[in-house]
């Protein structure tokens, strides 16, 4: 008997993970039917996808590009609604699995709308758990929601993570690539542009996490993620800077054992796993050659030149609404330094400012979380330069 195609809904179909989760189906169509997609600004693009793959719904998140989206589809069956409160509705759509891959705090009453009805969630929006990790898992567990972690260090973790005798890890080690600023003095980088922050040595990715992985917040986010998917605390997560990106996390047991996931630097690989989820399906990525690599490398981190993975830990450790407000001032740091704003080093110093500003309450709904983030977004935005300020 021939297996009914999974339905699948994409969140952000429209950026960097969603078009590669787009890629993985398109390769198999008989084994998928496309329920919904969501986009942001792009209605081009997410008319063009909604021709090949026929969802009943598309969403437009920015209400501006509606009638353009209406008019691509007018000779189509296809829903077409836009708005934010319509992207809940598109999340809610019943589906077998879904892909979170809006960028943002954006991306989090979506992604709890597929929560609540129980979906296997394909998580790449880790901005979701960052500014909300306790509230969603809480979820996640109530709704009886299957997360399977996109973020290939979580994935990598998740591949060899034991769940069953988790008092026999030691510690789980996040790998980060270091970015395009590695060996950059701070002096340098107060200079860089918008253009090198974006242009990331090994992954090809969205604009904002290319940022954050230049400053590395893109790391500590990922510590606040890793806390609340597999419940370690912040000390039983370190970060081991790994340039070229090939060991893509590991974990470390009691036994004195360390298991790590490797593969190329292809965001395929995780979605696959995620797709296919219990079973492996074949992705199309480049097949790892460690001959040819020859020598893998590893490195502390250096928290004096990317002061974001001190913020980030430090947020983790003071729990409440310290997460909400270091992810909200860091998404609006990252947007005013790629408009041109702000320098590079700002980012670190309005995530700072701001987690100052704005009182540490505790976030047990998601009202609070929304006060909170518009609170963080409101100090960050009205901050000004402020590293060139302490120099
Ligand atoms: P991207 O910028 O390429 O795409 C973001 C998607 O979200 C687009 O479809 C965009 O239209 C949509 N979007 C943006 N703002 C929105 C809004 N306000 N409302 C609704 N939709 C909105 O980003 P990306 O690189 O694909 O990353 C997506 C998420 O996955 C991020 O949370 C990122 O941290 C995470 N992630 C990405 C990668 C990667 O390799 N790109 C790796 C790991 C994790
Ligand atoms: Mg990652």
């Known amino acids: 008997m021939v297996a009914a195609p999974k339905t699948v809904t994409i969140l952000g179909s429209t950026g960097s993970v969603g078009v590669s989760t787009i ?37 437009i998140a920015d209400p501006a590009h509606y ?20 992207l809940c509705e598109a999340a809610s759509l019943p589906s077998d699995w879904v892909m979170a891959a809006i960028v943002g705090a954006a991306g989090l009453k979506p992604t709890l709308a597929a929560v609540e009805r129980g979906a296997s969630v394909g998580l790449a929006n880790k ?9 969603f898992m809480a979820r996640v567990k109530a709704h009886k929601a299957t997360l399977l972690p996109v973020d290939s260090e979580h994935n990598a973790i998740f591949q060899v993570f034991d769940f069953e005798q ?33 242009a990331h040595p090994n992954w090809s990715m969205g604009a904002k996490i290319s940022v954050d992985s230049a400053s590395m917040m893109n790391k500590g986010l990922e ?12 000390e039983q997560i370190d970060v081991l800077v790994h340039p070229q990106s090939v060991v893509h996390s590991m974990v470390e047991y009691t036994d004195g054992s360390t298991l790590a996931q490797l593969g190329t630097p292809d965001m395929r690989t995780p979605i696959a796993y995620a797709l296919g989820w219990p079973k492996r399906i074949p992705a199309p990525t480049g097949k790892l050659d460690l001959a040819q690599l020859g020598s893998l490398t590893f490195e502390a981190p250096d928290y004096k030149r990317f002061p974001c993975l001190g913020l980030a830990r430090a947020a983790l450790q003071s729990g409440g609404a310290a997460p909400t407000i270091l992810n909200a001032a860091n998404e609006v740091a990252v947007a005013r330094f790629l408009a041109g704003e702000i320098g590079f080093l700002d980012i670190a110093a309005i995530v700072e400012h701001t987690m100052t500003r704005v009182s540490v309450q505790s976030v047990a709904t998601l009202e609070d979380v929304v006060a909170v983030d518009g609170e963080a977004r409101r100090v960050a935005a009205a901050a000004k330069n402020l590293s060139a300020a302490a120099e």
Not at 67 to 86: F, R
Request: proline share 5%; with cysteine; net charge neutral.
């Open 67 to 86: 009638a353009d989206l209406k008019a691509a589809l007018a000779d189509t069956n296809i829903g077409v609604a836009a708005g934010p409160e319509a």
């Open 166 to 198: 988790k008092d026999k890890i030691r510690k789980i080690i996040l790998t980060a690539s270091g970015g395009p600023f590695r060996t950059w003095s701070l002096g340098d980088m107060a200079k860089v542009t918008p253009a090198q922050a974006v």
């Open 127 to 135: 901005e979701c758990l960052v500014c909300a990790g306790t509230l």
């Open 23 to 59: 890629d993985l189906i398109e390769r198999d169509p008989a084994a998928y039917k496309v329920v919904a997609l969501t986009g942001n600004g792009n209605w081009k693009k997410l008319a063009e996808q909604a021709r090949r793959l026929s969802p009943d719904m598309v969403v």
């Open 223 to 234: 510590v606040i993620e890793a806390h609340h998917l597999f419940g370690m605390p912040s």
